[in-house]
């Protein structure tokens, strides 16, 4: 069992940052590939960003690639989103996922835990 709590989110203006945390409770935290998904209202939840389990290697939606930046701390049982070139479209709940597996994956229903979402705005 893994439990994250997401935090970081905000309202910022766009072309600005914002970066968002997920602390995860439990020993195996890098057991888990990790994921940032989003959801914007009437839309479903779309990946971000996904990492590997040391962290080597990260992966993108094309929305995010060249502005975000998804890292992790084993040490610190803690992931990243570190978001760039903020722009309206961006404006979701942001929630961090883990995946019990040491392959990555894009789709939500790969995912096995899941934290409660943190809200990002970003006003034009």
């Known amino acids: 069992q893994v439990q994250l709590v997401e935090s970081g989110g905000g309202l910022v203006q766009a072309g600005g940052s914002l970066r968002l945390s997920c602390a995860a409770s439990?020993?195996?935290?890098?057991?888990?590939?990790m994921g940032w998904f989003r959801q914007a209202p009437g839309k479903e939840r779309e990946f971000v960003s996904s990492?590997?389990?040391?962290?080597?290697?990260?992966y993108y939606a094309d929305s995010a690639k060249g502005r975000f930046t998804i890292s992790r701390d084993n040490a610190k049982n803690t992931v990243y989103l570190q978001m760039n070139s903020l722009k309206p479209e961006d404006t979701a709940v942001y929630y961090c996922?883990?995946?019990?597996?040491?392959?990555?994956?894009?789709?939500?229903?790969?995912?096995?835990?899941w934290g409660q979402g943190t809200q990002v705005t970003v006003s034009s």
């Open positions: 996922a883990a995946r019990y597996s040491r392959d990555t994956a894009s789709s939500s229903h790969d995912y096995d835990f």
């Open positions: 439990g020993r195996t935290f890098s057991s888990y590939v």
């Open positions: 990492i590997t389990r040391s962290g080597g290697r990260t």
